[in-house]
């Protein structure tokens, strides 16, 4: 099989074609992402092949369209849903929580839901309002789904058709600033990790950086900076965000003895809460310092003209790997 | 202060009230009836039915047993068997003109209130006790009988009606003319639901994609202690038409018109010709559910007015009349009744409560490692306390 | 496989078709006009006015100074100077027919492109520009204009635009008879949006209190790529009966008809008598925003149609043709256009960015120690930078 | 003025009332809060005492009752809002998120939202889904709410009345099982402290258990078995969960050297994971053990019948408290 390079939204665009053809119980439903292909064409050209009855545009209706979904599940297809931009996932959050996340429990699991919500996500696209979210934590919380975050075009490529042959309802989280920035090459002959794990990208002896999603990149120039002071950072994208899949982090930070972790959320009650609670129990008598956040501030997200200083950044982080180092 | 319209405003076209009048005590004459509280048949010109006495006789027996699982339930409640039991008591031919409606390929959603549906898809009554009791959230298989599990969040089933009805067209069992093969969804509601978002979307999608699904609201006057006039100035089932679809308003204390629009609009689904929404205009004869109060917000004079429409009292003046029935059948019925009320008694205290430990089973139909390290650390817990009074 | 209404079903009344008949090309025969493209004065039995020459000028006038913010704006976002901006090419006739029938007192909810009604309402052009260049997220103060901030969440607006109706309700200033003090309030929002959970509970609260409220629904025949038919299978005004409140279909080309009716349905707002839908129908001439290609999902050959019922063009024709309007008249607004643009242009460059700092600011009315301190740690960090090339 | 012993239940229905007298602004919402007084009876006589414009039965749709809040409160009004239960909030989450948390922020001070949400939150009454959640966490995350949990019958009379004066959105928890179970007395003459402050509510040496809401109750007889053992452990309500009052807190921990927070929330993303997070960075060097969390499982709220397991209680936080001791 022929390797090629391919960005971020190449890699979601054809994992989700390869998905159609494995299975005719697969349907892609949301706003445009018929024959404009989604704002960002992640669904471009999907429904020109597999048709109106496969790639729906649905009404302007969150909350329509999850419980829709929903009501397919029920009837055996596996629906992706797009919602268009992360600010606008909200009036479906109580389909999402109430029903998506609570049927296959309710049912004692006679009922599956194997639904897809695929949520562009995160800041530093020069948006206006409701556009550079950072949801996750509000979907983390919520028993009954799985959480994942794609970083890179290859990961994007697989897991998404990972995510959607899981049987549980996941929520999909791709870094929109990604979607074009990068390219990769895609060798599809290499078997994926499994959905559910987390990643080590760099290693490093001397402290652990987390990140997950658009972060995973600033993660990585950090640990390049970091290195060129001589210290050593080891960076893992956690892909998934729910469950956490603890034993790398683990592992890594009982050797490193620090941890930073990272992501554009805010932080008040983000991923890095969860992250540093357990932890800090698990390593308790490894840590060299508390394990440090630095995400979004507490603010509601800014206008674009300043985003970059509401993001955490470069130097953010490093200041962070500096705190770390200073405790 | 909140005025109601005063009249006629001029260059507002067609007088709003000459279109849509406003609600009426008795239901207004849009009110298709087959069968008059007193008992009378009656016709209809566009909705009727010759129905069989074996018809009209499975249908008395259904609501006799309907209400009976219903005040087994409320006494089961009352003796702190059942944490709540959400009563039917007055809409019981509602649930049974649309229920018998159904054939076996359709599927309902229904509320918390369906057990009269829930009765004629063959659900068995005692699981519909398990969610009351606290030992479970639905304990049958939707699958079994195409009954959909309670749903409690008001609205949010119709939804899940519409999309399932979706599904239906893509599989390929709408509009075919097999009449074995052509399906539709039901989706329940009640009045007060009719307020919700996800009531409105399911209607806009169910028009934009012209899904199989009939939307029947029984609209039983109240919303725990709101007035259907909270929720609408205008009889309910005209909603539809600005939705771009019919509505009926079929009074819901007789249960052979409510199956004969129930029965039409459910062939219209099949047939590929979208969705209806049917309005069973009928009264919540008891409380909302056996923890609220009604004396604090509603006449007891309305309640004794609803009750000289009784939907059991006028079919069983009817096949008495027309000899249809006799003292034994009734009997039999009775004592069917009765068997029924002892199962239930029986049954639900019988219920065994749920393990502990089951909570973390089915999250996940993929269980995770860090749920299952929670569930471990639990029973390991657990068992420190192993022998003690714990 | 999603079957369209094949023909009428024996036991659904009045056939649905001739109640409420599907969206038609040209807006249907229901389409109020006292302007037709052509220039033409024509008259409506229901809404009229008596416009004087003064008027006319003045909707004209409006109609090329909005469009001209529209394309100084359009080509300011070309340049980099914006990130994004939503364009109203098309729809100054319905904007500035609506903007333009308030009286002071009433308040209105925008869209993000009501950049015509802000105009009517003295809003400062380049006070709009600031959501779109990413230097604020609304740069105007809402009780200065007695309209509010753009809004972005599809539909959330119609609900604040009838809570503030009913405040206006509470505070007395419905219904008195007193032409300065009776206010309404005027909900914008798209033919999309009325698909939203949101939009329809709005609808459902303002019959319900009888809320001061025009629902003002531009239906540009477009949400982003979706097509009307996706959201409506009939015309959208007519979603506004099955509420229990009228609704009107009006020519959003023709500023004349728009102002006309939506002054008739704010007085009846004012009067007390409760909510009115208008449906103003237009087009969306150009990109969803600058951001889309229409060229992906629609043919330009409905556009170029459009083109001929361009709102501006018969308001030229007709003030022309009556001698209304000289080219001295005419040439003055063009330099006032052209005045207008310069200073969108200086101006929008000239606005600065906002403090970094500036985020911390306004997240309560009562700042919190919690968010304090993380201001002062950023700023504390932000100083060691101080020097550098940050 | 008189003292009287009152029910949480009493508490708040004499604050929603001294509010409305206090200032004619303010407004009651929700369903059935009229001629029922809603379904714990929280508002009960206040409809008849106050007019049907003032306490305003709502149809039956929460983000219509939020939004119109929103518009209420723009036109100078002071809205309370009552969600009948805590799993009904959600489909107002979208106006809460997006619009009563953002306004402030968006308008640039301009335009205030002085809304208060009441929510009766949290479980162990039997009853069915939906009906026993807690969302805490859900708005806590997001910046512009302020978000406080009141525990016994008079914080209820008076927070009540704090939040209604607060000039920012508050959502307010109310812990249903608390409404009718015990009684406390009511001194009108003694000065409340400020609503967003923590207390101390049993002092002691050598373990800071952090509760709030419905746990406190809990929590106060763990520190009473435990000091049957021997150990002194002093519990702090937290009373405000956004912002934190973290003073008391990390002075508290300073001296104890070990921390447990309870609540019935998932453990997941809960109070616990920020609270910890912020302990250990401010008290790295004075923890004996990592923070320990005794929350909700990682399960949908159970049914009924089992929701004591659910549910920390008693052994769960004196459990927690020697596994901290043991650490
Ligand atoms: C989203 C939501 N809000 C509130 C409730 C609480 N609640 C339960 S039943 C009910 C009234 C429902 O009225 P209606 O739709 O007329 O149905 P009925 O109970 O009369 O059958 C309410 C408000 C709920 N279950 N879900
Ligand atoms: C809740 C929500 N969902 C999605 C979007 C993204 N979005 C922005 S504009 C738009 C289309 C709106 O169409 P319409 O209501 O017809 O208004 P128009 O843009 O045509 O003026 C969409 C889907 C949004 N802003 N909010
Ligand atoms: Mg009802
Ligand atoms: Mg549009």
Redesign the interface.
Known sequence: MATQKITLAKGLNMGLRKAMEADDKVLLMGEDVGKLGGVFRITDGLQKDFGEDRVIDSPLAESGIVGTAVGMAMRGYRPVVEIQFDGFVYPAYDQIVCQVAKIHFRSQGRVKMPIVIRIPFGGGIGAVEHHSESPEAQFAHTPGLKVVACSNPVDGYWMIQQAIACDDPVIFLEPKRQYHADKAVLDESVTPEPLFTSRVVREGNDLTLLAYGPMVKTALKAAEAASGEGRSVEVIDLRTLSPLDMAPVLESVRRTGRAVVTHEAHVNLGMGAELAARITEECFYSLEAPVLRVGGFDTPYPPSRIEEDYLPDLDRVLDAVDRSWEF | ??????GE?????PN?VE??GPSQQDGGPELIQLLTPEGERVHHP??DHDFTAEELRGFYRDMVLTRRIDTEATALQRHGEL??WAQLLGQEAAQIGAGRALRPQDFVFPT?REHGVAWCRGVDPLRLL??????????W???DNNF??YT???G?Q???????????????V??TGDPDRDAAVVAHFGD??S????V???F??A?????PVVFFCQNNQW????PI??????PLY?????????G?RVDGNDVLATYA?TK?AL??AR????P?FVEAYTYRMGAHTT??DPT??RLSGDVESWKLKDPIARVEVYLRRNGLVDDEFLAGIQAEADDLGHTLREGCKAMP????M?????????M????AA?RDA?AA?LET?EGST?
Do not use: C, K, W
């Open positions: 202060m909140t005025q109601q319209p005063t405003t001029p260059g507002f076209g709003l279109v849509f566009e909705f944490g709540i918390y398990g969610l009351f009791r606290g030992v479970d959230q639905g304990g298989n939707p699958d959909g599990l409690i969040v008001i949010a119709t939804l899940h009606a519409t999309g399932y009805a979706m599904g239906m067209q893509r599989d390929g709408v509009g007060g639901a307020s919700q978002g996800d409105n979307e399911a806009i999608f028009a934009s994609y012209n899904a919303a725990i202690s709101e006039e909270r929720q609408s100035r205008i005209q909603r539809a038409l600005g939705f771009g679809f019919p009926v629009v039409a062939q219209r047939d590929g010709q979208g209806t923890t609220d604090r917000y409560d749920p393990q502990p089951s909570m973390f089973d089915h999250v996940y139909a993929e995770t490692d860090e749920l929670q639990y817990y306390f714990h």
